[in-house]
């Protein structure tokens, strides 16, 4: 296509690209004073790492914690344990655990902020451990930042207290994992924005061999960072909603790593152009005019996959939904208004100081590829069909962990090391029972005590705690401690089966049962989690299924071109699962990694799938058969979706490098989740399925023929006068 052809491109994405390049300074200097706004004016964005506030209030565990509230206000589940043993590891002495009960009475005295009191409980049986319960004030929640300032406090005054004494004083529970949890993922976002800034340097380097286009996305994507951190804060604190605490990792991430997916999207076009002959700015047009509707169609698909999420049950993520759909909608209008007008003004100093942009290379990877799936689509499509369906075969072995905070620490936290102490002497349900109510007018200390029997005997109990009871005489509750950890999957067991159905069928005539605290917090976690797999799967497939319908104008492609990305989810979350779960040795996998999963490979693998189809219609617009349209389509597309999808898989692997467990579940899972879309089904399946259906994929809409050539009019004789 020639400059004048260029020129004459039309539609709504070439009128934008000629007002952009047309007022480029006027694009940046309203980017930059949206970012100066947002900055001065956006809150900080709400999290939470306990699970109790994700979770909606008519489960069976929500009710209990009302009941507690009301019935028992007094009473609390300790926010924090201080775990107190003897250094040596020897039983302790009867003078041990009198400076045990004095620790607690000398830290209580200190008046530390944010600490409502301290209880010192009788020794272990064996008196290896005994404990402290630590209550916050009735207004603080365990994962606030009160929370974690008053355990940090504690822990630097049980280190002076404890000295020289011979006895060692740690702290777990529900705010101390909060507190490391913030330490682990303070640093957390630090090292993954570096790791994350530094991969996208290098490959853009080694891509472009430009300093200058290896920056300007960094650029870009720092100003753009910036109003949409802003913008997710206020909304989410506006619906009232709170982020777990990876979302800021998570942000980082989609930011950059989306984000630089769609500047190259738009460069290796505009490259494209430049080689075709076109000037900078016509070169830029006619780049947004050819690839304006592919990204904008790929950033509405992953939009959409994120907005699905509004309709989960749990806070978590109907939090995640509309923060990372601020995330990409922002990215995408700056990869189609910031990124132009910088562009328009560079002009080819872009690519300073390579001149690799002005020549195409010869006998290039791509087009020998390309013309080997050409000649062979269903044996590639058998083959890379066949080894996702193997690997998906992996995914029936999944089994989630709901351990969201102390089970993404590193070992070495504070919280996870007192966890391992408390075990020498007590139940591991200790650090959080559960708790059991009975409501009823007529309570008889009888019928409690058989129901407390009753409860002792169901496996995998450890302790029942006599009945309080409240008042009025109509609420008893029994802390019940299991035998295993409150959050590992024996105890979800437990508490969904066997505790409560006793509770139910041995409940006193007259009376209601409830069972409640954070196991039951879990339990019924995983039944949301499960509702939730039913309604958002299916509303985002079948949302992302009409944007394919309406961008390739076929009812045929979107099928199969869904088909193979719910391929690459099984597939991906098969390898997880033998990863993690049959090499590494864990107990199972995050347990929202599906639906997390589910938002990225679902979405930015059908990017990949969009931009490969969108060359591929575009070949065959230009008169290629469907097998010389692929191996053109590969020649092309394959460098680009090549790059972004390397780019993008090492934004992710970067999590990784969190240091907590959860986070490097998330960053291997989608990291190979978009190898699996860019390398094997964008590159080898969806191209070699559309090429062997032939021109029946596009059909109703036929959008592979050419468009028909407007009649030249002919010339008029002048008359001779």
């Not at 491109?9 to 006027?26: I, S």
């Not at 930011?255 to 080689?275: A, K, N």
């Not at 351990?403 to 996870?416: C, N, Q, T």
Request: one cysteine or more.
């Amino acid at each position: 296509m020639n400059t004048n052809e260029t020129q004459g491109e039309t539609g709504p994405f070439a009128r934008l690209g000629r007002f952009v390049v047309g007022h480029p300074w006027r694009v940046i200097a309203v980017w930059v004073v949206a970012a100066i706004a947002v900055v001065a004016l956006a809150p900080g964005l709400p999290t939470s790492s306990d699970e109790s506030d994700f979770l909606p209030g008519h489960y069976e565990s929500a009710k209990a914690q009302q009941v507690q509230e009301t019935a028992f206000p007094e009473a609390f589940t300790p926010a924090a344990v201080i775990v107190v043993r003897r250094a040596d590891g020897r039983p302790l002495s009867a003078a041990d655990s009198a400076r045990v009960t004095g620790l607690a009475r000398s830290a209580e005295a200190a008046h530390l902020d944010g600490i409502a009191g301290l209880v010192a409980a009788p020794p272990a049986p064996n008196r290896l451990v005994q404990t402290i319960g630590v209550r916050l004030p009735g207004d603080v929640g365990t994962s606030s930042p009160e929370a974690a300032d008053a355990v940090q406090a504690l822990r630097a005054e049980l280190d002076r207290l404890t000295g020289g004494t011979g006895l060692r004083a740690r702290t777990t529970g529900a705010a101390a994992a909060t507190l490391d949890d913030q330490e682990a993922s303070g640093d957390a976002d630090a090292l993954v924005m570096i790791a994350t800034l530094a991969l996208i340097l290098v490959l853009l380097l080694l891509i472009f061999r430009s300093p200058v286009t290896a920056l300007l996305p960094i650029l870009v994507l720092a100003v753009l960072s910036q109003v949409a951190n802003g913008l997710i804060a206020a909304t989410v604190r506006a619906l009232g909603l709170r982020a777990d605490s990876s979302a800021s990792q998570l942000l980082i991430v989609v930011l950059f790593g989306v984000g630089t997916d769609y500047i190259l999207f738009l460069m290796f076009r505009y490259r494209e152009r430049l080689r075709a002959g076109d000037d900078p700015k016509t070169a830029m047009v006619g780049a947004l005019a050819r690839v304006g509707e592919a990204i904008t169609s790929a950033a509405g698909v992953v939009i959409i996959a994120f907005l699905a999420m509004t309709l989960s049950s749990l806070s978590l993520f109907r939090s995640w939904g509309p923060s990372l759909a601020i995330a990409v909608t922002v990215t995408l209008l700056g990869g189609l208004t910031l990124v132009p007008a910088v562009v328009s003004l560079l002009g080819t100093k872009v690519f300073w100081p390579s001149r690799a942009w002005r020549r195409e290379p010869e006998a290039a990877r791509f087009a020998r590829f390309g013309r080997s799936l050409a000649r062979r689509p269903a044996v590639y499509a058998a083959v890379t069909g066949g080894v996702l369906a193997i690997l998906a075969v992996g995914s029936f072995g999944f089994k989630p962990d709901f351990d969201l905070a102390s089970g993404a620490l590193p070992s070495s936290a504070e919280s996870r090391v007192a966890l391992e102490d408390l075990k020498r002497g007590l139940p591991a349900g200790a650090t959080d029972p559960t708790h059991v109510y009975v409501q009823g007018k007529d309570l008889d200390q009888a019928s409690l005590a058989r129901f407390a029997t009753r409860l002792k005997s169901v496996d995998g109990v450890g302790e029942v705690a006599p009945p309080e009871v409240s008042r009025d005489g109509t609420t008893a509750g029994f802390a019940v401690v299991l035998s295993v950890a409150p959050e590992s999957a024996k105890a979800l067991d437990t508490v969904r089966g066997p505790l409560r159905r006793t509770a139910h069928e041995a409940a006193p005539p007259g009376t209601r049962v409830l069972v409640g605290g954070g196991t039951a917090v879990f339990v019924d976690i995983r039944s949301a989690m499960n509702r939730d797999y039913s309604v958002v799967f299916p509303a985002a497939a079948a949302l992302i299924f009409i944007v394919l319908a309406l961008l390739l104008r076929s009812v045929i492609a979107p099928w199969y071109l869904l088909a193979t990305v719910g391929l690459g989810f099984g597939a991906t979350l098969g390898a997880a699962t033998l990863l993690f779960q049959k090499v590494g040795g864990e107990p199972g996998l995050l347990f929202h990694l599906p639906l997390i999963m589910y938002m990225f490979v679902v979405a930015l693998g059908t990017d990949y799938n969009i931009l490969i189809m969108a060359r591929l219609r575009e070949e065959a617009r230009e008169g290629l058969a469907p097998r010389p349209a692929l191996a053109a389509a590969i020649r092309h597309t394959g460098p680009t979706i090549a790059a972004a999808g390397l780019i993008l898989c090492g934004s992710f692997a970067a999590l990784t490098l969190a240091g907590n467990k959860a986070l490097v579940e998330v960053g291997f899972a989608i990291s190979f989740g978009i190898a699996v879309a860019a390398f094997l089904m964008a590159l080898f399946l969806t191209p070699a399925v559309t090429a062997l259906i032939g021109h029946r994929a596009w059909w109703p809409g036929h959008g592979d023929e050419p468009p028909p050539l407007c009649p030249v009019p002919e010339p008029v004789e002048q008359r001779t006068p």
